[in-house]
Structure formats: structure tokens, C-alpha cells
T-cell receptor, first 113, second 111 residues
């Protein structure tokens, strides 16, 4: 089966710009969550969506937002980019089954210059 | 939120069995134990998940004692491609916000 697809794979942006990242979950998975991974902070939870509703939100500033569409695809937006936003952004989907866990995409590598 | 403690790094050789132990003393009743594998610049890959006793799949086994305060991931006959970071997570399987990724164990396999 097709995995979680994240686009784009790499992105370079300038400080102050905004960026939108896309995630297509595995077919049949209705829960999508986003994580930020940096060498210093590790993997940190951003937010989780289920059936187009934000179910949980991590401890990130309001510049980070997201949404989920009726087909379960999700987008994440970061406005007014800062150098510290440079990271690997990962999306994961699940069918909420204890035997499957979360399936992660390969991520979007964002570099802010 | 249950905190996990696992070794920072481990080394082994091809063909050996590798056991990585994770401590989670304050695991809650509804928490599951999940292990992920991550290669550089890729997302974590689900390996195995369990609640109690022993779980086995095609790639690994997970041993959980009766008190559930620790767990051991067992990788049989490792190869060079098993070199990766392994994360032990404890939390409700259906709540991404409650699943905390720690620092993981960096496993290095040598020929």
C-alpha cells in the first residue's frame, strides 16, 4: 500500500516568508499528526487532526497552523519564518489501531536563511 | 506522561541478537509501549507495539514483564542495515500529543 506522502521533500525559504507543507495520509487513515524534528530538541509534537478537526495542539507559537481536508489530506503552514524554524517536518497518520502505531512520511526538510 | 529511559548508544556485530531495554517506571494503565526505528533524514518507522507479556512480528520481539515498568526490544540476527536510532515510546496509542519521543538509542552494527 502507498505510504504517507509529504511534499515538497526539500524547501529553502527566507526569514519572514511563509510556507505551506502538504501531507497525504495512507488511504483509510483519518488521523494525521505533525512533528518538528531538530538536532537539539528531537521530535516535538505540533498538532493532530482527526476528521477535519484539530484534536490536540503542541506547545508551538501561533505562527504554526494546520488544517485537514475531507479526504484526510493535511497541510501545515508556518508564517513569518524564523531561522529557528529550520527543521525536518514530519507527518504521521494512523488508523487508531494498537497493532499498527503511526506511519510517518519521509518529511519535508525546511531551511530558513 | 510516562518518561522513558534507554541507553544512548549500543554497538553490535552482524548476525548477533540485539536487545535494547527501556525503563518506564511511571507507565499508566492505559499506556502502550511502542518502538520506532529512524534512519537519517527519514521519518520514524513503526517496529512493534505491545501492552503486556510478549509480542512478536516479522522483524522484532517485544518483551514486557508483569509490572510493565520496563520493556526490551529484541532484534534477531542484525545486519548493517539495522544501524539506526531506536525510540521507545509510552502512551495511549490513539493520542499523538501524549506520545513523547525521547533521545533514542543509536545502534551501530559492525561487519
Amino acid at each position: 500500500k502507498a505510504g504517507v506522502t509529504q511534499t515538497p521533500r526539500y524547501l529553502i525559504k527566507t526569514r519572514g516568508q511563509q510556507v505551506t507543507l502538504s501531507c497525504s495520509p495512507i488511504s483509510g487513515h483519518r488521523s494525521v499528526s505533525w512533528y518538528q524534528q531538530t538536532p537539539g530538541q528531537g521530535l516535538q509534537f505540533l498538532f493532530e487532526y482527526f476528521s477535519e478537526t484539530q484534536r490536540n495542539k503542541g506547545n508551538f507559537p501561533g505562527r504554526f497552523s494546520g488544517r485537514q481536508f475531507s479526504n484526510s489530506r493535511s497541510e501545515m503552514n508556518v508564517s513569518t519564518l524564523e531561522l529557528g524554524d529550520s527543521a525536518l517536518y514530519l507527518c504521521a497518520s494512523t488508523r487508531d489501531s494498537p497493532s499498527e502505531g503511526y506511519t510517518f512520511g519521509s518529511g519535508t526538510r525546511l531551511t530558513v536563511v | 506522561l510516562a518518561k522513558t529511559t534507554q541507553p544512548i548508544s549500543m554497538d553490535s556485530y552482524e548476525g548477533q541478537e540485539v536487545n535494547i531495554t527501556c525503563s518506564h517506571n511511571n507507565i499508566a494503565t492505559n499506556d502502550y509501549i511502542t518502538w520506532y526505528q529512524q534512519f537519517p533524514s527519514q521519518g520514524p518507522r513503526f517496529i512493534i507495539q505491545g501492552y503486556k507479556t510478549k509480542v512478536t512480528n516479522e522483524v522484532a520481539s517485544l518483551f514486557i514483564p508483569a509490572d510493565r515498568k520496563s520493556s526490551t526490544l529484541s532484534l534477531p540476527r542484525v545486519s548493517l542495515s539495522d544501524t539506526a536510532v531506536y525510540y521507545c515510546l509510552v502512551g495511549p496509542y490513539s493520542s499523538a500529543s501524549k506520545i513523547i519521543f525521547g533521545s533514542g538509542t543509536r545502534l551501530s552494527i559492525r561487519p
